[in-house]
């Protein structure tokens, strides 16, 4: 089984930065597409940014030019770096993998990590 593990999240002023981890681990061969969405209060989960065989990344027009995903293949890991957070940014943020396992191709959630952005 593929387990996701997140971390990073917190409570930081707005114009600040903040950068998220989410790593996988257990019965990894490979992944494919990693993918940060995220949830504020009273509203749809919404995908944010992707990042597909390591190079072709994707942003939602919301966070375009002030996040950046990127990956550690070595590590089995991907990273949100989040600079400039805005309040509207406030929201627990999901981390999402789809690769191969030794037991065939999965899809896993992470647990969600809070970022709270202050005014």
């Known amino acids: 089984q593929v387990q996701l593990e997140e971390s990073g999240g917190g409570l930081v002023q707005a114009g600040e930065s903040l950068r998220l981890s989410c790593v996988a681990s257990?019965?990894?061969?490979?992944?494919?597409?990693w993918a940060w969405w995220r949830q504020a209060p009273g509203k749809e989960r919404d995908l944010i940014a992707s990042?597909?065989?390591?190079?072709?990344?994707n942003y939602a027009d919301s966070v375009n030019g002030r996040f950046t995903i990127s990956t550690d293949n070595a590590k089995n890991a991907v990273y949100l770096q989040m600079n400039n957070l805005k309040p509207e940014d406030t929201a627990v943020y999901y981390c999402v993998s789809r690769g191969y396992s030794d037991f065939g191709n999965f899809a896993k959630w992470g647990q969600g990590t809070q970022v709270t952005v202050s005014a």
């Open positions: 990042i597909t065989n390591g190079a072709d990344q």
């Open positions: 257990g019965s990894v061969v490979s992944i494919n597409k």
